[in-house]
């Protein structure tokens, strides 16, 4: 076991198993998307409070889990790297960045369309929004920090300090809900016992949220490819792996 | 199979979303586009790695020469 693990410190076999996992990756999650988008937009029943509007909790919830799962990846890949030094962890931080990033400002902007209608506004200081708002800026925090140093090695160190600093922040915006009267609706489907919703809409949401990971998986591999070639520009082994 | 299964998307109460169309759809449209430019500039960006390189290689194997 602890041989795999340590040849995942290696540059050329991640990146080999990365371009091998990619497209089996993006098949699986083009799959369960399709799926969960049909059966969430045509199938599923209307609630029976939000109506029509509940159907945004399909690509909502699915991004909002995602933004954590990102940046948990990041921390810890971080976290890895800074304590055994193994760089292939800062190369994984740097590549789950930008696309935590990204289903972060979905899971905001998402969230504050399904607000409106729900809670007669676009935007509150909510919270469970101004936790994950402020995961946001944790994101732009870590890139721009990476991307300030001139040394690389001395950036990817700084951006994993704070990406493990800022994990405090993750427990936060899980149990926001709990913690702090808030307008954010509580666990739905967290109650893996006993889920708050029936099957005909609890089902495209877990497939919306497998599709999500697995497409994380895939960005991931595919970003981690360029992040290593980037890293290990002049190793003899690029030379086959350009050319390929 | 819910209640909207009967309905069928080319009706126009599927596109009208019970009233909520301006919010459900434009979620939806954000959603697919976010999945888009993850792929176009992950793709992008291992591509421009590869050029980088390539370029790197022969730039060393010029010096050498």
């Given amino acids: 076991m602890w041989t795999w693990f340590y040849r995942l410190a290696s540059p050329p076999f991640v990146y080999r198993v990365a371009a091998r996992l990619t497209p089996w990756l993006l098949l699986f999650a083009a799959a369960m998307i399709v799926y969960g988008l049909i059966a969430g937009l045509v199938f599923a029943p209307p609630d029976y409070q939000q109506g029509d509007a509940f159907r945004i909790i399909y690509v909502h919830a699915p991004s909002a889990w995602l933004s954590l799962f990102a940046y948990m990846t990041m921390a810890v890949a971080g976290g890895i790297a800074l304590i055994w030094r193994i760089k292939m962890g800062y190369a994984v931080a740097a590549a789950a960045a930008p696309i935590g990033a990204s289903f972060t400002i979905l899971a905001l902007v998402t969230g504050s369309l399904w607000g409106k209608p729900m809670w007669g506004t676009y935007w509150a200081w909510d919270p469970r929004l101004t936790s994950e708002l402020i995961l946001l800026f944790l994101y732009f925090g870590v890139m721009s920090l990476r991307a300030a140093f001139e040394d690389a090695g001395r950036g990817d160190r700084a951006a994993a300090l704070l990406a493990l600093v800022g994990v405090v922040n993750v427990p936060i915006i899980h149990f926001s809900v709990q913690w702090w009267n808030s307008l954010h609706q509580g666990a739905t489907v967290a109650k893996f016992a006993k889920p708050d919703m029936p099957g005909s809409m609890l089902w495209p949401l877990l497939a919306m949220l497998c599709g999500f990971m697995l497409f994380f998986g895939a960005v991931l591999c595919m970003r981690l490819r360029g992040e290593v070639l980037n890293r290990e520009r002049l190793a003899s082994w690029v030379r086959g792996a350009v050319k390929a | ?65």
Avoid at chain 2, 6 to 24: D, I
Avoid at chain 2, 27 to 34: D, K, R, V, Y
């Fill in chain 2, 1 to 65: 199979m819910g209640s909207r299964g009967g309905e069928g998307v080319t009706s126009g109460g599927f596109w009208a979303m019970g009233g909520y169309a301006r919010y459900v759809w434009p979620c939806f449209a954000l959603a697919i586009s976010i999945l888009a430019w993850n792929l176009w500039s992950a793709r992008r960006y291992h591509e421009q790695a590869l050029l980088r390189a390539e370029r790197a290689l022969i730039m060393a194997g010029s010096e050498r020469a």
